[in-house]
């Protein structure tokens, strides 16, 4: 009985990723409830879940641009984050309306996203490459225009979308994250783009025989990548009401981390959104419960990269059963 769970149902379960992730989330609130007496209740959760709306919309993005294959990934959307909030702060200083200027940070977030597309789709750089200069040129550009001082004084009403809640339940959550959430996995799952998305990323040169656009569906991800960053910008200047040129430091390896645990393939082709959602969830309720429970920092990273070393491998392992799978029932 035992050899046959390991033969067969550990495979099933591992195969199935959403399930897989359903248990694990469902053993780190056991284990977090148990850590920490301040943890399991609504409010404190719903506090969490708060925490994960930037992450979920980098990771989004994360998995999007991974899933079209060609080594394809961001290292950029934490420096993108950055920027974005320091172009909003820059606007509400010069005296634009808030919400005109959330609406034009959202475009340059875009337009930031589409610098990536041209380095990797159009000019043909690797992914790590352009994206790691990038990050490092949006990031330097945020400290130099602010100095490294944070800008503040926003609205006291553009504390809503952050800071808000609506029948309890955050703003940012409710008219952020679900809305961007439901709508990109709409496009994923069942439109002709989405499907385009994984025949790239399955293989790129079939695509291309198939009168695929692949250049210019790379580089429409890459910018919509960035119009996700510019849109988590905006919901964490909210949040803190302040627009720090530093708040996304880090950020591009927890949407790494996130996308991989989800399921995704990094070398593209296969993964899920729904994958990315509770991996967004396991992260957050991990890193926020260690911090309830008063667990140093550094442990917490240390935490994070486990989780990372952790998803690669069960990634592997999968294929490995998958492909063995294939070659028993040729």
Same mark, same amino acid.
């Given at each position: 009985?035992?050899?046959?769970?390991?033969?067969?149902?550990?495979?099933?379960?591992?195969? $199935?990723?959403?399930?897989?992730? #359903?248990?694990?989330?469902?053993?780190?609130?056991? =284990? @977090?409830?148990?850590?920490?007496?301040?943890?399991?209740?609504?409010?404190? #959760?719903?506090?969490?879940?708060?925490?994960?709306?930037?992450?979920?919309?980098?990771?989004?993005?994360?998995?999007?641009?991974?899933? +079209?294959?060609?080594?394809?990934?961001? @290292?950029?959307?934490?420096?993108?984050?950055?920027?974005?909030?320091?172009?909003?702060?820059?606007?509400?200083?010069?005296?634009?309306? #808030?919400?005109? +200027?959330?609406?034009?940070?959202?475009?340059?977030?875009?337009?930031?996203?589409?610098?990536?597309?041209?380095?990797? +789709?159009?000019?043909?750089?690797?992914?790590?490459?352009?994206?790691?200069?990038?990050?490092? +040129?949006?990031?330097?550009?945020?400290?130099?225009?602010?100095?490294?001082?944070?800008?503040?004084?926003?609205?006291?009403?553009?504390?809503?979308?952050?800071?808000?809640?609506?029948?309890?339940?955050?703003?940012?959550?409710?008219?952020?994250? @679900?809305?961007?959430?439901?709508?990109?996995?709409?496009?994923? $799952?069942?439109?002709?783009?989405?499907?385009? &998305?994984?025949?790239?990323?399955?293989?790129?040169?079939?695509?291309? =025989?198939?009168?695929?656009?692949?250049?210019?569906?790379?580089?429409?991800?890459?910018?919509?990548?960035?119009?996700?960053?510019?849109?988590?910008?905006? &919901?964490?200047?909210?949040?803190?009401?302040?627009?720090?040129?530093?708040?996304?430091?880090?950020?591009?390896?927890?949407?790494?981390?996130?996308?991989?645990?989800?399921?995704?393939?990094?070398?593209?082709?296969?993964?899920?959104? @729904?994958?990315?959602?509770?991996?967004?969830?396991? &992260?957050?309720?991990?890193?926020?419960?260690?911090?309830?429970?008063?667990?140093?920092?550094?442990?917490?990273?240390?935490?994070?990269?486990?989780?990372?070393?952790?998803? &690669?491998? #069960?990634?592997?392992?999968?294929?490995?059963?998958?492909?063995?799978?294939?070659?028993?029932?040729?």
């Amino acid at each position: 009985m035992i050899e046959r769970f390991f033969k067969q149902s550990l495979p099933a379960l591992l195969s $199935n990723r959403v399930y897989f992730l #359903i248990a694990l989330l469902i053993i780190v609130l056991i =284990f @977090l409830s148990l850590i920490s007496p301040y943890f399991l209740n609504t409010r404190t #959760i719903l506090d969490i879940l708060r925490m994960g709306t930037v992450l979920l919309l980098l990771s989004i993005g994360q998995t999007l641009v991974i899933l +079209a294959g060609g080594a394809g990934i961001d @290292l950029s959307v934490g420096a993108m984050l950055s920027l974005s909030g320091v172009f909003l702060g820059i606007l509400s200083r010069t005296g634009v309306d #808030i919400w005109v +200027a959330a609406l034009l940070t959202i475009l340059f977030g875009g337009l930031l996203g589409s610098i990536n597309g041209f380095t990797v +789709a159009i000019w043909g750089l690797p992914p790590l490459i352009g994206t790691l200069g990038s990050m490092w +040129a949006f990031g330097a550009l945020a400290l130099v225009i602010t100095n490294g001082v944070p800008i503040s004084n926003f609205p006291r009403e553009f504390a809503f979308i952050g800071d808000g809640r609506i029948l309890g339940i955050p703003t940012q959550i409710l008219l952020v994250a @679900l809305p961007v959430f439901v709508i990109i996995y709409f496009f994923l $799952n069942w439109s002709f783009l989405g499907r385009w &998305v994984y025949l790239i990323g399955v293989n790129e040169t079939a695509a291309k =025989f198939s009168g695929i656009p692949v250049t210019r569906v790379r580089f429409s991800l890459y910018t919509l990548n960035g119009i996700l960053a510019g849109i988590g910008a905006v &919901v964490m200047a909210s949040w803190l009401m302040a627009a720090r040129p530093d708040v996304g430091s880090g950020m591009e390896l927890q949407s790494i981390t996130v996308t991989v645990l989800g399921g995704t393939n990094i070398f593209g082709g296969f993964g899920s959104l @729904l994958g990315t959602l509770l991996a967004v969830l396991i &992260v957050t309720l991990v890193a926020s419960g260690l911090q309830l429970a008063g667990i140093n920092a550094i442990w917490q990273l240390a935490v994070l990269g486990f989780i990372l070393l952790g998803a &690669v491998s #069960i990634n592997q392992l999968i294929y490995s059963l998958k492909a063995k799978q294939s070659g028993l029932s040729a």
